[in-house]
């Protein structure tokens, strides 16, 4: 059974930085794609980044270019998300999911194993 587990998460002043760390087990790891998506209150959870299945190619969403980085370790089994200069706009739940892919996508539809969660929450 595959399990993706979110840590990292929680309250932090604007300006803050935060590491978000998704750790997978249920499956081989450096055989698929990741990704976060984030979903803020009342809507709908967009794309954030990807990392391809060694890291060597990620995408990062326009709107978090030159602040968050998406990056991985194989052995550890473990995706990350470090989020620089955090402003109010970035409070959502960050969710990782997994591809069936060496490659990743910005579609979530293209996911097929997803975390539950971690709540980031930036104040002004």
């Known amino acids: 059974q595959v399990h993706l587990v979110e840590s990292g998460g929680g309250l932090v002043q604007a300006g803050g930085s935060l590491r978000l760390s998704c750790e997978a087990s249920?499956?081989?790891?450096?055989?698929?794609?990741m990704a976060w998506f984030r979903q803020a209150p009342e809507k709908e959870r967009k794309f954030v980044a990807s990392?391809?299945?060694?890291?060597?190619?990620?995408y990062g969403a326009d709107s978090v270019k030159g602040q968050f980085v998406i990056s991985r370790d194989n052995a550890k089994r473990t995706v990350y998300l470090q989020m620089n200069s955090l402003q109010p706009e970035d409070t959502a739940v960050y969710y990782c999911?997994?591809?069936?892919?060496?490659?990743?996508?910005?579609?979530?539809?293209?996911?097929?194993?997803w975390g539950q969660g971690t709540q980031v929450t930036v104040s002004s």
């Open positions: 990392i391809n299945w060694n890291g060597g190619t990620s």
């Open positions: 249920g499956l081989t790891f450096s055989h698929v794609a």
């Open positions: 999911a997994a591809r069936s892919s060496i490659w990743g996508s910005p579609y979530q539809s293209e996911y097929y194993y």
